[in-house]
């Protein structure tokens, strides 16, 4: 089967591939399929990948029908991670249009004009959330999202929905929480500092954090997110029912019990580079996220969520910084 | 003011121009304002009009930017109806995403680009909602629309929220009930039938009514879906608070009731005009049409429903039929 990857240069899509390619098949409802080729499709070259004739890397926009026509045409399955973050899409209200909404649009139309009804599978997000919520959330909230980044999601989910339900695609979209810990450098996401307190200061440097450690969160691992994006490829229509959307399970914490758990790993000089600094836009936007989310559809799916803050914080320096952190 | 009406050669949308008119001027948040002119766009001209030099009546394409630009330019509230009903926009995607979904962004592109954040009043539909349904459903409802028509409301309400979030537009989008009386023929509306079973046998015509009596419905009359676009209008943005959706109050019953209401405005000659005779495709789409509706939202905003029937149908025979029904 040929898989595509859109956002395959991002950190998720690069531990996807790895993760495909490793495995060496892909379950679908149907069974195990063999992976005969992998399109990683990104703004930049994926980079970060084994050596593999499999795997074919394409820099260009994700949005441009003329670019993602051809890539689409045999594919079997699509995973669509490609999205401007919350902060640049709430900044740049243009550039989240374009990207999030109209780049769906447009892989969605690509995907219809096979004919092929390609399984598609969609990072959604916690964002699509907002307003006035119960105690938990989950797929039977109302969706009031405070941002545009969230609206665009929402979007996404109910263009999904409906071009499953016409047969156009085999949809899936995943609300993803907080996914910790990501590596690279500080990004434009509002969740960002979630991934840059345990990083930062294991890897050496100092980080300002723009919450306040009461502030609480809700956090999936790497490892779990790329289990669930594999997972749910596995998922029959009918086991789905009125939606395509699942909400991710996650583990809720206080930014404090992150610092508990960094302590644990990364010792009291860890702890030590990490301060806070409250910042207005970013206290705003993360105030709106639930933290807390019903497993009522997703656990009899088979998604799990993390069991501590201390393994995935262990499962981070494994597998993303051999296993090293800074004295 | 300048007031732009989308589906303005539609049954409301003359309606509510004709109201407008003739109420001289329409309550803001800021006041009354005098209305200066009124422009009516829709793919055919507007006819059924009073002779007033404030009426501007355009045909075209209320989703080609480089028409609605200059229509919407100087506009301090847009209207928009326009809208590919459900029928039609189920049976042709691609006209259903086209108007409702294209046609809504680029009507929002074009208000924003005014830089004025005119009133922009859409029309939505309890057609939003879908798949497991509480007793009564509102705004606090999860929506999963199970036609595209409904996908498209449902994203329409989502850009008039955000644009309005962002200072784009200062938007409301009203969830309309089944409008009766719809005067003119059947149309592709799946719920063509609540208003075709009152006025084919008022005519003297005969009308094979495609859902069996125990159908319940919820109605809304023409007089009152207008004061609702009207009273809109003066709604404050505090008073919308976390969502500009509102769902309209409806009056629920029965098709055998408002077939009792019809006997007893046009005498057994109209009842016996109607016959019966079920169509799977319209019956599975009503069927996915909740009936009861909340109104913890709309009543407090002065949201107002019908009394009866009986009174309905009355208002539609003064209104449309000059008093007069079939013998």
């Given at each position: ?5 859109t956002g395959?240069?991002g ?11 490793s495995d ?5 409802a ?7 080729k992998l399109?990683?499709?990104?703004q930049?070259a ?9 795997i074919?890397?394409?820099?260009g ?5 003329a ?8 594919a ?11 902060v ?6 243009d ?7 109209h ?10 004009k096979?004919?092929?009804k390609p ?5 959604s997000?916690?964002?699509v ?6 105690a ?7 969706l ?15 263009l999904?929905?409906d071009?499953s339900r016409k ?6 979209s995943l609300?993803l929480?907080?996914?910790v ?8 996401a509002a969740?960002s ?6 990083r930062?200061?294991?890897m ?27 997972h749910?490829?596995s998922?029959?229509?009918a086991?789905?029912?009125?939606t395509r959307?699942?909400q ?6 206080t930014?404090?019990?992150m610092v508990?758990?960094?302590g ?8 030590a580079?990490?301060?806070f600094?409250?910042q ?12 807390r989310f019903?497993?009522?559809r ?6 799990r969520?993390d069991?501590s ?5 262990a ?6 910084l ?6």
């Open positions: 089967m040929h898989i595509l990857i395959g240069a950190f998720i899509g690069v531990r996807l591939a790895r993760r495909l390619l060496n098949r892909l379950t679908t149907s069974g195990p399929q063999p992976i005969s399109t990683l499709l990104d930049v994926a980079t970060g990948l084994p050596n593999d004739p499999r074919r890397i394409v820099a926009n994700a949005a441009d029908p670019l993602i026509g051809p890539l689409v045409a045999d079997d399955v699509v995973y669509h991670l490609a999205a401007v973050v919350s640049a899409a709430e900044h740049d209200f550039l989240g249009m374009g990207v999030n909404l780049g769906t649009l447009a892989l969605l139309e690509a995907c219809r096979t004919g092929r399984l598609f599978i969609k990072a997000s916690a964002a959330y907002g307003g006035p919520l119960p938990a959330v989950g797929e039977e909230t109302a009031f999202p405070q941002t545009s980044y969230g609206m665009q999601k929402v979007v996404g989910e109910h999904v929905d071009y047969g156009f695609v085999d949809g899936r609300r929480p907080t996914i810990v990501r590596p690279g450098a500080p990004n434009l969740s500092f979630a991934s840059s307190l345990v930062e200061p294991l050496g440097r100092a980080y300002v954090c723009p919450v306040p450690p009461e502030t609480p969160v809700c956090l999936l691992s790497v490892r779990r997110v790329v289990d669930s994006f594999v749910a490829a998922l029959t229509p086991a789905l029912g009125h959307a699942i991710l399970p996650g583990l809720t914490m930014v404090a019990e508990g758990a960094l644990e790993i990364g010792g009291k000089a860890a702890v580079r990490l301060s600094s409250p207005a836009e970013i206290i705003t936007i993360v105030k709106g996220w639930p933290v019903t497993t009522t997703s656990a009899p799916l088979g998604f969520a069991t803050a201390k393994q995935i914080i499962d981070f320096v494994a597998d993303e051999d296993g090293k952190v800074a004295p």
